[in-house]
Protein backbone atom coordinates (compact mmCIF):
# COMPACT_ATOMS: atom_id res chain seq x y z
CA UNK A 1 0.00 0.00 0.00
CA UNK A 2 1.34 3.77 -0.95
CA UNK A 3 1.49 6.17 1.77
CA UNK A 4 2.04 8.74 -0.72
CA UNK A 5 -1.63 10.49 0.22
CA UNK A 6 -0.53 9.96 3.99
CA UNK A 7 0.31 13.04 5.89
CA UNK A 8 3.94 12.78 6.73
CA UNK A 9 4.02 14.83 10.26
CA UNK A 10 3.84 12.71 13.60
CA UNK A 11 1.67 15.10 15.11
CA UNK A 12 -1.26 14.73 12.13
CA UNK A 13 -0.52 10.92 12.02
CA UNK A 14 -1.28 10.38 15.64
CA UNK A 15 -4.10 12.98 15.91
CA UNK A 16 -5.92 11.10 12.88
CA UNK A 17 -5.23 7.41 13.58
CA UNK A 18 -7.46 4.94 13.72
CA UNK A 19 -10.35 6.80 13.33
CA UNK A 20 -11.49 5.70 10.12
CA UNK A 21 -11.73 1.84 10.93
CA UNK A 22 -14.56 0.25 8.88
CA UNK A 23 -17.32 -0.56 11.15
CA UNK A 24 -17.73 -4.58 11.66
CA UNK A 25 -19.75 -5.99 9.47
CA UNK A 26 -20.96 -8.86 12.39
CA UNK A 27 -23.25 -6.95 14.90
CA UNK A 28 -22.27 -7.11 18.21
CA UNK A 29 -24.20 -9.39 20.43
CA UNK A 30 -23.90 -6.63 23.17
CA UNK A 31 -24.20 -3.11 21.84
CA UNK A 32 -20.88 -1.06 22.66
CA UNK A 33 -20.58 2.76 24.43
CA UNK A 34 -20.99 5.20 21.96
CA UNK A 35 -18.31 7.43 24.25
CA UNK A 36 -18.07 10.10 21.36
CA UNK A 37 -19.77 13.58 22.24
CA UNK A 38 -20.07 14.45 18.42
CA UNK A 39 -20.65 12.79 15.20
CA UNK A 40 -19.04 13.82 11.81
CA UNK A 41 -21.21 14.30 8.62
CA UNK A 42 -20.21 13.84 4.82
CA UNK A 43 -22.02 17.08 3.89
CA UNK A 44 -24.14 19.31 4.88
CA UNK A 45 -27.63 17.94 3.80
CA UNK A 46 -26.56 15.09 5.89
CA UNK A 47 -26.17 17.53 9.18
CA UNK A 48 -29.20 19.02 8.27
CA UNK A 49 -31.40 15.66 8.22
CA UNK A 50 -29.91 14.83 11.96
CA UNK A 51 -30.87 18.16 13.54
CA UNK A 52 -34.40 17.79 11.83
CA UNK A 53 -34.36 14.65 13.90
CA UNK A 54 -33.57 11.79 11.63
CA UNK A 55 -34.01 8.57 12.84
CA UNK A 56 -30.92 7.29 14.19
CA UNK A 57 -29.41 11.01 13.34
CA UNK A 58 -27.43 11.67 16.36
CA UNK A 59 -25.04 14.35 16.38
CA UNK A 60 -24.15 16.27 20.04
CA UNK A 61 -24.35 14.29 22.67
CA UNK A 62 -26.56 16.26 25.00
CA UNK A 63 -29.22 15.54 22.68
CA UNK A 64 -29.02 12.33 23.10
CA UNK A 65 -26.74 9.10 22.60
CA UNK A 66 -27.29 5.71 21.22
CA UNK A 67 -27.36 3.73 24.58
CA UNK A 68 -29.37 6.64 26.47
CA UNK A 69 -32.08 5.70 23.10
CA UNK A 70 -31.79 2.02 23.94
CA UNK A 71 -32.45 2.58 27.83
CA UNK A 72 -35.58 4.95 26.76
CA UNK A 73 -37.16 2.56 24.25
CA UNK A 74 -36.76 -0.42 27.04
CA UNK A 75 -38.12 1.39 29.72
CA UNK A 76 -40.82 2.54 27.36
CA UNK A 77 -41.68 -1.16 26.62
CA UNK A 78 -41.73 -1.78 30.09
CA UNK A 79 -43.81 1.01 31.77
CA UNK A 80 -46.22 0.08 28.77
CA UNK A 81 -45.95 4.12 28.03
CA UNK A 82 -45.44 5.43 23.95
CA UNK A 83 -41.76 6.90 25.00
CA UNK A 84 -39.49 7.71 27.81
CA UNK A 85 -37.05 10.21 27.79
CA UNK A 86 -32.95 9.53 30.06
CA UNK A 87 -31.68 12.04 32.43
CA UNK A 88 -28.65 12.13 34.39
CA UNK A 89 -30.84 11.36 37.80
CA UNK A 90 -34.28 11.03 38.99
CA UNK A 91 -34.30 14.32 40.12
CA UNK A 92 -33.38 15.33 36.63
CA UNK A 93 -36.13 13.39 35.14
CA UNK A 94 -38.53 14.79 37.76
CA UNK A 95 -37.58 18.03 37.37
CA UNK A 96 -38.00 17.57 33.86
CA UNK A 97 -41.08 16.34 33.95
CA UNK A 98 -42.42 18.80 36.47
CA UNK A 99 -40.65 22.08 34.22
CA UNK A 100 -42.25 20.74 31.11
CA UNK A 101 -45.80 20.66 32.41
CA UNK A 102 -45.84 24.04 34.92
CA UNK A 103 -45.62 27.65 34.37
CA UNK A 104 -45.78 30.68 36.63
CA UNK A 105 -49.06 30.85 37.84
CA UNK A 106 -49.96 26.85 37.99
CA UNK A 107 -50.23 24.64 41.33
CA UNK A 108 -49.54 20.96 41.71
CA UNK A 109 -51.27 19.35 44.58
CA UNK A 110 -48.51 16.43 45.55
CA UNK A 111 -48.09 14.11 48.16
CA UNK A 112 -46.83 15.48 51.44
CA UNK A 113 -45.00 11.50 51.66
CA UNK A 114 -42.84 11.84 48.59
CA UNK A 115 -38.92 11.43 48.33
CA UNK A 116 -37.44 14.38 50.77
CA UNK A 117 -35.71 15.85 47.38
CA UNK A 118 -38.91 16.20 45.50
CA UNK A 119 -40.37 17.47 48.52
CA UNK A 120 -37.53 20.14 48.59
CA UNK A 121 -37.94 20.89 44.46
CA UNK A 122 -41.44 21.46 45.53
CA UNK A 123 -41.22 23.15 48.58
CA UNK A 124 -38.37 25.58 47.70
CA UNK A 125 -37.74 25.64 43.76
CA UNK A 126 -41.24 25.55 42.25
CA UNK A 127 -42.12 28.82 43.64
CA UNK A 128 -39.94 30.75 43.15
CA UNK A 129 -40.66 30.01 39.89
CA UNK A 130 -44.51 31.02 40.48
CA UNK A 131 -45.69 27.61 40.62
CA UNK A 132 -47.90 27.08 43.89
CA UNK A 133 -48.29 23.69 45.86
CA UNK A 134 -50.01 22.23 47.82
CA UNK A 135 -49.09 19.52 50.61
CA UNK A 136 -51.69 16.38 51.08
CA UNK A 137 -52.57 13.19 52.61
CA UNK A 138 -52.90 11.50 48.94
CA UNK A 139 -54.85 8.65 51.11
CA UNK A 140 -57.19 10.51 51.47
CA UNK A 141 -59.15 11.40 47.98
CA UNK A 142 -61.65 13.91 50.09
CA UNK A 143 -58.17 15.86 51.07
CA UNK A 144 -56.89 15.66 47.30
CA UNK A 145 -59.48 16.84 45.77
CA UNK A 146 -60.30 19.65 47.89
CA UNK A 147 -56.51 20.86 47.46
CA UNK A 148 -57.56 21.38 43.78
CA UNK A 149 -58.30 24.57 42.11
CA UNK A 150 -59.02 25.68 38.83
CA UNK A 151 -55.24 26.44 38.33
CA UNK A 152 -54.29 22.69 39.74
CA UNK A 153 -51.74 21.25 36.72
CA UNK A 154 -50.70 18.14 38.45
CA UNK A 155 -51.09 16.10 41.11
CA UNK A 156 -47.85 14.32 42.07
CA UNK A 157 -47.58 10.77 44.44
CA UNK A 158 -44.74 8.14 44.75
CA UNK A 159 -46.73 4.52 43.67
CA UNK A 160 -45.42 3.00 46.89
CA UNK A 161 -44.18 5.39 48.89
CA UNK A 162 -40.69 6.35 50.78
CA UNK A 163 -39.83 5.01 53.21
CA UNK A 164 -43.16 3.46 54.68
CA UNK A 165 -44.51 1.75 51.77
CA UNK A 166 -47.87 3.26 52.05
CA UNK A 167 -49.96 2.15 48.80
CA UNK A 168 -51.32 5.25 46.85
CA UNK A 169 -54.27 4.23 45.40
CA UNK A 170 -53.49 5.60 41.62
CA UNK A 171 -56.20 4.37 39.42
CA UNK A 172 -58.44 6.53 42.09
CA UNK A 173 -55.92 9.90 41.70
CA UNK A 174 -55.86 9.59 37.98
CA UNK A 175 -59.30 9.59 37.69
CA UNK A 176 -59.48 12.60 40.26
CA UNK A 177 -56.55 14.47 38.42
CA UNK A 178 -58.39 13.76 34.72
CA UNK A 179 -61.40 14.83 35.82
CA UNK A 180 -59.86 18.29 36.98
CA UNK A 181 -57.84 18.54 34.05
CA UNK A 182 -54.86 17.72 35.60
CA UNK A 183 -52.08 15.47 34.73
CA UNK A 184 -51.23 12.55 37.28
CA UNK A 185 -47.24 12.04 37.90
CA UNK A 186 -45.60 8.92 39.30
CA UNK A 187 -42.57 8.49 41.11
CA UNK A 188 -42.52 4.38 40.44
CA UNK A 189 -38.48 4.11 41.49
CA UNK A 190 -39.89 1.38 44.70
CA UNK A 191 -41.99 -0.75 42.85
CA UNK A 192 -40.32 -0.95 39.36
CA UNK A 193 -42.43 -1.86 36.39
CA UNK A 194 -41.87 -5.36 37.17
CA UNK A 195 -44.54 -4.90 40.43
CA UNK A 196 -46.58 -1.92 39.00
CA UNK A 197 -46.86 0.00 35.89
CA UNK A 198 -49.06 3.13 36.70
CA UNK A 199 -49.68 3.90 32.97
CA UNK A 200 -52.02 1.08 32.76
CA UNK A 201 -54.01 2.57 35.71
CA UNK A 202 -54.26 6.55 34.24
CA UNK A 203 -50.94 7.64 35.02
CA UNK A 204 -49.42 10.30 32.50
CA UNK A 205 -45.76 10.83 33.71
CA UNK A 206 -44.15 7.95 35.11
CA UNK A 207 -40.09 8.60 36.82
CA UNK A 208 -38.03 6.62 38.03
CA UNK A 209 -34.00 6.91 40.09
CA UNK A 210 -32.47 4.49 37.64
CA UNK A 211 -29.47 3.40 40.18
CA UNK A 212 -32.59 1.78 41.72
CA UNK A 213 -34.37 -1.08 40.88
CA UNK A 214 -33.60 -0.72 37.08
CA UNK A 215 -29.99 -0.69 36.96
CA UNK A 216 -29.83 -3.09 40.68
CA UNK A 217 -26.33 -3.36 41.38
CA UNK A 218 -25.31 0.23 42.88
CA UNK A 219 -22.78 0.92 39.85
CA UNK A 220 -25.15 2.92 37.38
CA UNK A 221 -26.66 6.61 37.64
CA UNK A 222 -29.79 8.37 36.00
CA UNK A 223 -33.35 8.87 35.97
CA UNK A 224 -35.96 8.29 33.37
CA UNK A 225 -39.32 9.92 32.42
CA UNK A 226 -42.03 7.91 30.59
CA UNK A 227 -45.37 8.64 29.15
CA UNK A 228 -47.47 9.92 26.48
CA UNK A 229 -45.30 10.79 23.32
CA UNK A 230 -45.67 14.70 23.39
CA UNK A 231 -45.03 15.03 27.20
CA UNK A 232 -41.81 12.72 27.24
CA UNK A 233 -40.97 14.98 24.36
CA UNK A 234 -41.33 18.43 26.48
CA UNK A 235 -39.66 16.57 29.48
CA UNK A 236 -36.68 15.75 26.78
CA UNK A 237 -36.51 19.66 25.84
CA UNK A 238 -36.11 20.25 29.68
CA UNK A 239 -33.32 17.98 30.03
CA UNK A 240 -31.42 18.91 27.15
CA UNK A 241 -31.82 22.86 27.84
CA UNK A 242 -31.13 22.42 31.53
CA UNK A 243 -27.90 20.41 30.69
CA UNK A 244 -29.52 16.85 32.78
CA UNK A 245 -28.18 14.44 30.26
CA UNK A 246 -27.52 10.84 31.56
CA UNK A 247 -23.49 9.48 30.80
CA UNK A 248 -23.59 6.76 27.91
CA UNK A 249 -21.84 4.66 30.71
CA UNK A 250 -24.34 4.82 32.89
CA UNK A 251 -27.11 4.00 30.01
CA UNK A 252 -25.09 1.27 28.94
CA UNK A 253 -24.72 -0.47 32.56
CA UNK A 254 -28.27 0.39 32.99
CA UNK A 255 -29.23 -1.89 30.56
CA UNK A 256 -26.73 -4.95 31.78
CA UNK A 257 -29.04 -4.41 35.16
CA UNK A 258 -32.41 -3.95 33.48
CA UNK A 259 -31.59 -7.85 32.06
CA UNK A 260 -32.27 -9.09 34.93
CA UNK A 261 -34.60 -7.06 36.03
CA UNK A 262 -37.88 -9.68 36.21
CA UNK A 263 -35.78 -12.52 38.16
CA UNK A 264 -34.51 -9.64 40.68
CA UNK A 265 -37.22 -8.48 41.30
CA UNK A 266 -39.44 -12.06 42.16
CA UNK A 267 -36.24 -12.83 44.73
CA UNK A 268 -36.10 -9.21 46.34
CA UNK A 269 -40.20 -9.81 46.59
CA UNK A 270 -40.17 -13.20 48.33
CA UNK A 271 -37.40 -12.13 50.59
CA UNK A 272 -39.03 -9.04 51.82
CA UNK A 273 -42.31 -10.73 52.43
CA UNK A 274 -40.08 -13.11 54.09
CA UNK A 275 -38.25 -11.48 56.48
CA UNK A 276 -41.51 -9.08 57.26
CA UNK A 277 -43.40 -12.03 58.34
CA UNK A 278 -40.67 -12.88 60.39
CA UNK A 279 -39.56 -9.74 62.10
CA UNK A 280 -43.68 -8.28 62.53
CA UNK A 281 -43.65 -11.48 65.94
CA UNK A 282 -40.32 -10.52 66.77
CA UNK A 283 -40.13 -8.90 70.26
CA UNK A 284 -37.14 -6.70 69.70
CA UNK A 285 -39.50 -5.06 66.61
CA UNK A 286 -42.00 -2.47 67.39
CA UNK A 287 -43.13 -1.82 64.35
CA UNK A 288 -43.12 -3.39 59.98
CA UNK A 289 -43.72 -1.49 57.40
CA UNK A 290 -44.68 -3.72 54.33
CA UNK A 291 -47.72 -3.83 51.91
CA UNK A 292 -47.81 -7.67 52.28
CA UNK A 293 -48.91 -7.93 55.83
CA UNK A 294 -52.17 -8.16 57.13
CA UNK A 295 -51.33 -5.21 59.26
CA UNK A 296 -50.58 -2.79 56.77
CA UNK A 297 -53.77 -0.16 56.52
CA UNK A 298 -53.76 -0.57 52.70
CA UNK A 299 -53.42 -4.37 52.98
CA UNK A 300 -56.44 -4.82 50.45
CA UNK A 301 -55.91 -2.43 47.86
CA UNK A 302 -51.93 -3.39 47.96
CA UNK A 303 -53.01 -7.07 46.68
CA UNK A 304 -55.54 -5.30 44.12
CA UNK A 305 -52.67 -2.91 42.55
CA UNK A 306 -49.79 -5.48 43.13
CA UNK A 307 -50.72 -9.30 42.05
CA UNK A 308 -46.96 -9.94 41.68
CA UNK A 309 -45.54 -8.69 44.97
CA UNK A 310 -44.35 -5.16 46.22
CA UNK A 311 -40.70 -5.51 46.01
CA UNK A 312 -37.85 -5.40 48.24
CA UNK A 313 -38.76 -2.43 50.24
CA UNK A 314 -39.60 -2.48 53.59
CA UNK A 315 -38.96 -0.35 56.95
CA UNK A 316 -39.00 -1.32 60.49
CA UNK A 317 -38.63 0.17 64.06
CA UNK A 318 -36.15 -1.38 66.85
CA UNK A 319 -35.78 -0.80 70.19
CA UNK A 320 -32.23 0.50 69.47
CA UNK A 321 -31.63 1.06 65.57
CA UNK A 322 -27.68 2.55 66.15
CA UNK A 323 -27.09 -1.30 67.97
CA UNK A 324 -29.01 -2.59 65.47
CA UNK A 325 -27.17 -0.91 62.75
CA UNK A 326 -23.56 -2.16 64.15
CA UNK A 327 -24.44 -5.32 64.69
CA UNK A 328 -25.19 -6.13 61.35
CA UNK A 329 -21.88 -4.38 60.05
CA UNK A 330 -20.26 -6.24 57.62
CA UNK A 331 -23.09 -8.44 56.64
CA UNK A 332 -26.07 -5.98 56.04
CA UNK A 333 -24.42 -2.46 55.25
CA UNK A 334 -25.62 0.93 56.58
CA UNK A 335 -25.91 2.45 52.96
CA UNK A 336 -28.39 5.36 52.09
CA UNK A 337 -29.69 3.89 49.14
CA UNK A 338 -31.67 1.37 48.01
CA UNK A 339 -32.35 -2.01 45.45
CA UNK A 340 -29.12 -3.15 45.43
CA UNK A 341 -28.65 -7.16 44.94
CA UNK A 342 -27.31 -6.96 48.11
CA UNK A 343 -29.58 -6.13 51.21
CA UNK A 344 -28.67 -2.16 52.81
CA UNK A 345 -30.37 -0.39 55.39
CA UNK A 346 -30.94 3.31 55.76
CA UNK A 347 -31.83 5.77 58.04
CA UNK A 348 -34.51 7.83 56.50
CA UNK A 349 -34.23 10.31 59.44
CA UNK A 350 -30.63 11.39 58.57
CA UNK A 351 -30.96 11.39 54.81
CA UNK A 352 -33.90 10.73 52.66
CA UNK A 353 -35.91 12.85 54.76
CA UNK A 354 -33.74 15.00 56.11
CA UNK A 355 -35.49 18.57 54.53
CA UNK A 356 -38.74 17.88 56.50
CA UNK A 357 -39.12 19.96 59.35
CA UNK A 358 -38.62 17.71 62.74
CA UNK A 359 -42.27 17.87 63.74
CA UNK A 360 -43.11 16.85 59.53
CA UNK A 361 -41.44 13.37 59.75
CA UNK A 362 -42.65 12.01 63.20
CA UNK A 363 -46.09 13.08 62.16
CA UNK A 364 -45.28 11.10 59.20
CA UNK A 365 -44.29 8.26 61.67
CA UNK A 366 -40.48 8.52 60.12
CA UNK A 367 -38.96 8.68 63.67
CA UNK A 368 -35.06 8.73 64.68
CA UNK A 369 -35.56 4.55 65.40
CA UNK A 370 -36.78 4.26 62.06
CA UNK A 371 -34.66 2.34 59.36
CA UNK A 372 -35.69 1.74 55.77
CA UNK A 373 -34.55 -2.36 54.76
CA UNK A 374 -33.44 -2.51 51.25
CA UNK A 375 -34.35 -6.62 51.50
CA UNK A 376 -31.76 -8.24 48.67
CA UNK A 377 -31.31 -11.27 46.70
CA UNK A 378 -29.31 -13.28 49.31
CA UNK A 379 -30.02 -16.90 50.66
CA UNK A 380 -33.14 -15.72 53.02
CA UNK A 381 -31.99 -18.25 55.27
CA UNK A 382 -28.84 -16.71 55.84
CA UNK A 383 -30.86 -13.03 55.55
CA UNK A 384 -32.75 -14.31 58.66
CA UNK A 385 -29.82 -15.59 60.83
CA UNK A 386 -27.93 -12.16 60.44
CA UNK A 387 -30.96 -10.31 61.58
CA UNK A 388 -32.25 -12.59 64.15
CA UNK A 389 -28.75 -12.80 65.88
CA UNK A 390 -28.41 -8.99 65.48
CA UNK A 391 -31.79 -8.36 67.55
CA UNK A 392 -30.76 -10.95 70.40
N1 LIG B 1 -37.44 9.07 43.95
C1 LIG B 1 -37.23 8.20 44.93
C2 LIG B 1 -38.36 7.40 45.45
C3 LIG B 1 -35.95 8.05 45.47
O1 LIG B 1 -35.74 7.19 46.48
C4 LIG B 1 -34.88 8.84 44.95
C5 LIG B 1 -33.52 8.71 45.50
O2 LIG B 1 -33.25 7.99 46.40
C6 LIG B 1 -35.15 9.74 43.92
C7 LIG B 1 -36.44 9.83 43.43
C8 LIG B 1 -34.08 10.63 43.37
O3 LIG B 1 -33.29 9.94 42.50
P1 LIG B 1 -31.73 10.34 42.23
O4 LIG B 1 -31.01 10.16 43.52
O5 LIG B 1 -31.33 9.41 41.15
O6 LIG B 1 -31.73 11.77 41.79
Request: charge should be negative.
Amino acid sequence: MSNANLPQSITTVAARAGEQSVPSVNQPLVEPIYQSTVYSFPDLEALEASMAGQEGGYFYYRNGTPNAQSLERAVAQLERTEAAACGASGMAAISAAFLSVLKSGDHVVTDERVYGVSYALLRDELPRLGIEVSFVDALDLEAVAAAFRPTTRLLHVESLTNPLLTVVDVPALARLAHERGALLSVDNTFASPAMFRPAEHGADLITHSVSKYLSGHSTAFGGVVAGRADLVAAARLKLIRLGGTISAFDAWMTMQGLKTLGLRMRAHSGNAQAVADVLQNHPRVRRVYHPGLESHPQFKLAQELYPDGFGGMMSLEVEDASQFVRRLAGRIPLAPSLADVVSTLSHPWSTSHRALPEADRRRLDITPELLRFSVGIEDISDLLTDLESALE
